[in-house]
T-cell receptor, first 114, second 111 residues
Framework: DAGVIQSPRHEVTEMGQEVTLRCKPI?????LFWYRQTMMRGLELLIY????????DSGMPEDRFSAKMPNASFSTLKIQPSEPRDSAVYFC????????????FGPGTRLTVL | GQQVMQIPQYQHVQEGEDFTTYCNSS?????IQWYKQRPGGHPVFLIQ?????EVKKQKRLTFQFGEAKKNSSLHITATQTTDVGTYFC???????????FGSGTRLSIRP
């Protein structure tokens, strides 16, 4: 199994630009999570999906952030327009809620907004 | 909302010394998970504890779940440089899939 796949691994963009982060969860997992990690705020849950349906988006910082999961094997997190304070590492994780509930994290996308 | 507090924030030890990180919750937890994140890496699941007073071991790592299921600890015996990283505890959130991560304890080691 390839594990959770995220792309791109690194993204450098300018303030005001649109950023799209992508995630492919582990096949068969029915829950998908987007996290943001910074030194100041630690590991924050932004949103999570269960069976492709958004369940809890209370962690999404503001309307500039949006997430979709069009099918069981793909999800996107979009920031439009991006701001320097969005600079962070964004992790995607997946889990099988029918089993141990252990979350498997992807390698992350390091986003820098100039 | 649900919060999981973790202490200390940082720990710097001499190689070979022991290390302990503690996790506390104001409410009873149905289970608790522990993750390790190496520098520049991503969190990796270590273990889940479910039973009151449960103790589990993984080589030099010992995990405990409190009798009241409100606290947990991770103890590393005789640390090695490979133990460097941030250790997170995580408790269940408001729904089945969601977990809430503690702030983490960053372990650094002097060779």
């Amino acid at each position: 199994d390839a594990g959770v796949i995220q792309s791109p691994r690194h993204e450098v963009t300018e303030m005001g630009q649109e950023v799209t982060l992508r995630c492919k969860p582990i096949s068969g997992h029915n829950s998908l999570f987007w996290y943001r990690q910074t030194m100041m705020r630690g590991l924050e849950l932004l949103i999570y999906f269960n069976n492709n349906v958004p369940i809890d988006d209370s962690g999404m910082p503001e309307d500039r952030f949006s997430a979709k999961m069009p099918n069981a094997s793909f999800s996107t997190l979009k920031i439009q327009p991006s701001e320097p304070r969005d600079s962070a590492v964004y992790f995607c994780a997946s889990s099988d809620t029918g089993a141990y509930n252990e979350q498997f994290f992807g390698p992350g996308t390091r986003l820098t907004v100039l | 909302g649900q919060q999981v507090m973790q202490i200390p924030q940082y720990q710097h030890v001499q190689e070979g010394e022991d290390f302990t990180t503690y996790c506390n919750s104001s409410t009873t937890l149905s289970n608790i998970q522990w993750y390790k994140q190496r520098p520049g890496g991503h969190p990796v699941f270590l273990i889940q504890l479910v039973k009151s007073g449960e103790v589990k071991k993984q080589k030099r790592l010992t995990f405990q779940f409190g009798e009241a299921k409100k606290n947990s600890s991770l103890h590393i015996t005789a640390t090695q440089t490979t133990d460097v990283g941030t250790y997170f505890c995580a408790g269940p959130g408001s729904s089945a899939s969601k977990i809430i991560f503690g702030s983490g304890t960053r372990l650094s080691i002097r060779p």
